[in-house]
Nanobody, 128 residues
Framework: QLQLVESGGGLVQPGGSPRLSCAASGFTLDYYAIGWFRQAPGKEREGVSCISSSGGSTNYANSVKGRFTISRDNAKNTVYLQMNSLKPEDTATYYC?????????????????????WGQGTQVTVSS
């Protein structure tokens, strides 16, 4: 069965530094650029970060630039999102998704409506 599974979320204090994982099963991630997205209640799904298939190119939304780091370990079939200096406004459900070919080099931040295949999401709540 083909799956993308996000994990690593939970209740985090402001300033915390969790790491989210996006693990693939049933196929390999080697040939795909992957994006991280987030969606807060009542808001559209927002692109957060992009990483190319090799991991050589990355990009970030302005809201997280300098705080989040995307990486991948293709040998483990997993993409990560290291989240640092979390703020309450980072509270959202975080998703990963395959990205279309226009993001091969992650030259921009993808939109949620450009993606068709998602994981189930992991909730991140930033609160003291």
């Amino acid at each position: 069965q083909l799956q993308l599974v996000e994990s690593g979320g939970g209740l985090v204090q402001p300033g915390g530094s969790p790491r989210l994982s996006c693990a693939a099963s049933g196929f390999t991630l080697d040939y795909y650029a992957i994006g991280w997205f987030r969606q807060a209640p009542g808001k559209e799904r927002e692109g957060v970060s992009c990483i190319s298939s090799s991991g050589g190119s990355t990009n970030y939304a302005n809201s997280v630039k300098g705080r989040f780091t995307i990486s991948r370990d293709n040998a483990k079939n997993t993409v990560y999102l290291q989240m640092n200096s979390l703020k309450p406004e980072d509270t959202a459900t975080y998703y990963c998704a395959f990205l279309p070919q226009k993001y091969y080099y992650c030259a921009g931040i993808p939109r949620g409506d450009e993606c068709d295949y998602w994981g189930q999401g992991t909730q991140v709540t930033v609160s003291s």
